[in-house]
């Protein structure tokens, strides 16, 4: 079908693309960069496999998802070429070579055989390799994913173009439409399992499309930061609902949580804090920003938060001083959003790759650098009551600053986390989000 907005970015995407790679390439001496877009790997001791997963290097150029053993080669100055994979297979589905818009804007050429391929790409020149090692067994190993060509790519990625931008914008449509499936299944009594198949068939997504596993938390489940299981049985008693679920477009993720309260009371009065902060700290996604000061800032925010709901005896600096909030808040405040869920290049300062440290005592914060234009992060506050957390506060001096009993009182509800992707602009901050939502509400209300 026709897509007038991206078919019009798409163009100028691939050529952003290939400057950024073309200066790569001449830094790195390479001639051409070859890009695998890997295959799935098979199950031990069985004939199956697990899902496939493409090369990220790969669905940059081409929204091509699902289709294993391509190939797309770019040799600056020269259109993009794929190789697309159309095995005469009897048992599976052959994928079809794909007929829209952007296909005009790269050389499509089909073949059969893996084996062919050693052949479509002779007389490169030095050619870059990036893929999976059992998929380029006779590539020499300097010349496969050289670490100083990739850091440059993934350096350069963090900043997404506008045709990135629209695509994560519909990701984070689609998510929306998922959150909403789930919340009324939550709010009509159904279990995780069923709030979570809900999500999907609202997203039209199997679980292999979604770009991580879906967070479907009841209750003390929430306080599981990944909690990975789905729980068949209603709950008995409702409390609390912490969704944590993304969405994918032509390859771009949205990453997205939400907490809800069953009911009125403490725990939905937490949630409406933490909820005011949340959106300062979005208004604060500014280009030249650097990201560990928004982390810091959290921190200091997520204190006052505590304070105010009667948690915690101190506020802002002081209770981050004191380590207080690393008790209830021991994540990072975001990460880059992209064509993965945590992108890559995170805590890269330079293209050349060295690390921009993390701030002290702050290890799991996944996003050090100075934000831009086009930047796109996520920024996800959250308040737990999490046991061995709680336990070690108790044992280690912090527990005199803690009030237990609005801890006991909490603890049933697991914790909070709200989480939006937001988008560092010349101007303001865009919350793709936010905006997600919005637009779901006029939408369902001019229905
Ligand atoms: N869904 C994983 C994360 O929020 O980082
Ligand atoms: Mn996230
Ligand atoms: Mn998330």
Redesign the pocket.
């Known amino acids: 079908m026709a897509d007038d907005t991206l078919d019009s970015l798409y163009p100028d995407h691939l050529n952003t693309l290939a400057a950024r790679t073309q200066s790569a390439l001449q830094a790195t001496g390479y001639d051409a960069l070859v890009l695998h877009a890997g295959a799935p790997p098979i199950q031990f001791l069985d004939d199956q496999s697990y899902p496939f997963k493409v090369n990220p290097h790969f669905k940059a150029w081409v929204p091509i998802l699902d289709n294993p053993h391509c190939v797309a080669v770019h040799v600056p100055g020269r259109r993009l070429r794929v190789y697309f994979w159309s095995p005469d297979d009897y048992w599976h589905k052959a994928a079809k070579l794909p007929d829209a818009a952007w296909t005009r804007h790269v050389d499509l050429q089909p073949f059969a055989d893996p084996k062919q391929l050693a052949g479509l790409l002779a007389g490169l020149g030095r050619a870059a390799y990036i893929g999976p090692r059992d998929q380029w067994p006779d590539v020499p190993a300097a010349d496969l994913n050289p670490a100083e060509l990739v850091n440059r790519l993934h350096y350069d990625r963090a900043v997404k173009t506008p045709y990135e931008l629209e695509c994560l914008r519909r990701a984070s449509a689609l998510a929306v439409r998922g959150h909403r499936a789930a919340l009324a299944a939550f709010r009509r009594g159904a279990s995780e399992y069923a709030a979570h198949m809900e999500y999907l068939l609202a997203c039209e997504a199997r679980e292999e499309d979604v770009p ?1 596993n879906n ?1 479907v938390a009841y209750g003390e489940h929430a306080a599981v930061l ?1 909690y990975q299981h789905l729980e068949r049985r209603s709950p008995a008693t409702p409390r609390s609902f912490l969704i ?3 969405a994918q477009f032509r390859g771009y993720a949205a ?1 997205i ?1 939400r907490t809800y309260a069953a009911g009125p009371g403490r725990f939905a009065d937490l949630i409406e804090l933490l909820d005011a902060a949340q959106r300062c700290l979005c208004a604060g996604v500014m280009a030249t920003r650097d990201f560990r000061d928004v982390h810091l800032e959290a921190h200091r925010l997520v204190a006052d938060v505590l304070h105010r709901a009667g948690i915690i005896s101190l506020a802002g600096d002081d209770a981050v001083q004191k380590r207080l909030t690393s008790v209830f808040f021991p ?1 990072g405040i ?2 880059l959003l992209g064509l993965q ?2 992108d890559v290049g995170g805590v890269q300062g330079d293209p050349q790759g060295h690390e921009r440290p993390r701030p002290a005592g702050h290890p799991y914060l ?1 996003l050090t650098r100075i934000l831009e234009p086009g930047v796109v992060v ?1 920024i ?1 506050p959250g308040i737990y009551f999490i046991d061995s957390l709680l336990a070690a506060a108790r044992s280690d001096g912090r527990g005199a600053y803690i009030h237990w009993d609005a801890v006991e009182e909490l603890r049933p509800f697991g914790g909070i ?1 709200i ?1 939006d992707n937001v988008a560092a602009t010349a101007g303001e901050p865009e919350n793709l989000t936010r905006a997600a939502f919005a637009r779901d509400t006029e939408t369902k209300k001019a229905a």
């Open positions: 991580y967070i990944h944590d679920a993304g990453d949580t994540h975001g990460h869920v945590h996944r996520t996800e986390r989480e």
